[in-house]
């Protein structure tokens, strides 16, 4: 499989995207996990149910409620969200927890829909078959210094998400790429196209 950006090992660097309205204040401020507007609107409720199932032999300090979200690495064709920006940034390893985004997605859509009338059976997939995912979540989840010797990140069906428990200052920010609908630009294509 080939991917987008050189081995962690290699470039020390992990990859965060920010939709471009944000990406002035990050790189005035850095990333906090709580600064975008959709952290209360559409994912609080979410990593709060998540941290629900989180195991006692987690340490403190992994919350997902209180986490930067991050990717070791891309596939090479990965389709990015349009209007945004892919960030390369330096973490503190020591303050960072790895786990499988695969299974946190199969609830996403019971649990934002678990409300809606016509969707009542949301609710029943969560109470049921949803904990047992939520419970493999965490078990298969591992510290980053962990992950780095096992390398869970490159098995098949394991989609890596880095929680990164810690701020990340603006001086470990650079930004990589500009994603429109159509294409995805580095920053010299973006000032050449639009100089």
């Avoid at 299974?103 to 047992?132: M, Q, R, V």
Wanted: aromatic share 16%; charged share 30%; proline share 2%.
């Amino acid at each position: 499989m080939k991917f987008l950006f050189d081995d962690y090992t290699k470039t020390k660097r992990v990859y965060h995207i920010v939709a471009l309205r944000d990406l002035d204040y990050v790189l005035k401020n850095g990333i906090y996990y709580n600064d975008k507007i959709t952290y209360n609107t559409k994912y609080k409720g979410f990593h709060d149910y998540i941290d629900d199932f989180r195991r006692n032999n987690i340490p403190n300090w992994v919350e997902r409620r209180k986490s930067i979200f991050a990717s070791l690495n891309f596939k090479e064709k990965h389709y990015f969200h349009s209007h945004s920006a892919v960030l390369s940034v330096k973490i503190n390893e020591d303050m960072c927890w790895i786990a499988n985004e695969n299974l946190a997605n199969k609830i996403y859509e019971p649990f934002a829909l678990k409300e809606t009338k016509g969707f009542e059976f949301c609710s029943e997939f969560l109470h049921n078959k949803g904990k047992d995912i939520l419970k493999e979540y965490w078990n298969s989840s591992l510290s980053f210094k962990d992950n780095l010797k096992i390398r869970k990140d490159l098995e098949d069906g394991y989609d890596a998400e880095i929680l990164i428990c810690h701020h990340i200052p603006k001086e470990d920010i650079e930004v990589l790429y500009i994603c429109s609908d159509h294409e995805r630009m580095n920053i010299e294509e973006f000032k050449k196209q639009f100089s």
